[in-house]
């Protein structure tokens, strides 16, 4: 499942150009493919991972909306990646991620 979402999101960020909407709203996302960049900005505590975290949370509460979130969510568990509320995240901005992240399980952006 990592591996899938981490491809989509590849290809999902090669189909649009560098300042579109899209890619500013999945921006946090990519510190779930690269674990090294998570982890530099999970001990700097940045915005960036603060928004992932927001993420992560509203996803968690989101699993009986998106059933897929519940195993997507264990998977990255193990690499550190667990929900924290901070609170800096705006809730259109995590329900429109919530929903881009279940297109990616389900394949949508696949090749």
Same mark, same amino acid.
């Given at each position: 499942?990592?591996?899938?979402?981490?491809?989509?999101?590849?290809?999902?960020?090669? !189909?649009? =150009?560098?300042?579109? %909407? &899209?890619?500013? %709203?999945?921006?946090?996302?990519?510190?779930?493919? *690269?674990?090294?960049?998570?982890?530099?900005?999970?001990? *700097?505590?940045?915005?960036?991972?603060? &928004?992932?975290? !927001?993420?992560?949370?509203? %996803?968690?509460?989101?699993?009986?909306?998106?059933?897929?979130?519940?195993?997507?969510?264990?998977?990255?568990?193990?690499? /550190?990646?667990?929900?924290?509320?901070? /609170?800096?995240?705006?809730?259109? %901005? @995590?329900?429109?991620?919530?929903? @881009?992240?279940?297109?990616?399980? =389900?394949?949508?952006?696949?090749?």
């Amino acid at each position: 499942m990592y591996r899938v979402f981490c491809e989509s999101y590849a290809n999902f960020v090669s !189909d649009f =150009k560098e300042h579109d %909407a &899209r890619l500013v %709203a999945a921006k946090p996302l990519g510190l779930i493919v *690269d674990v090294d960049k998570f982890n530099s900005a999970r001990k *700097d505590c940045t915005k960036e991972y603060k &928004r992932l975290c !927001d993420l992560l949370h509203f %996803a968690s509460q989101s699993i009986g909306k998106y059933p897929r979130l519940e195993a997507f969510l264990w998977t990255i568990s193990s690499r /550190g990646m667990l929900p924290h509320y901070y /609170g800096v995240s705006d809730e259109a %901005a @995590l329900e429109e991620q919530v929903k @881009l992240i279940d297109s990616f399980l =389900k394949l949508a952006y696949w090749r």
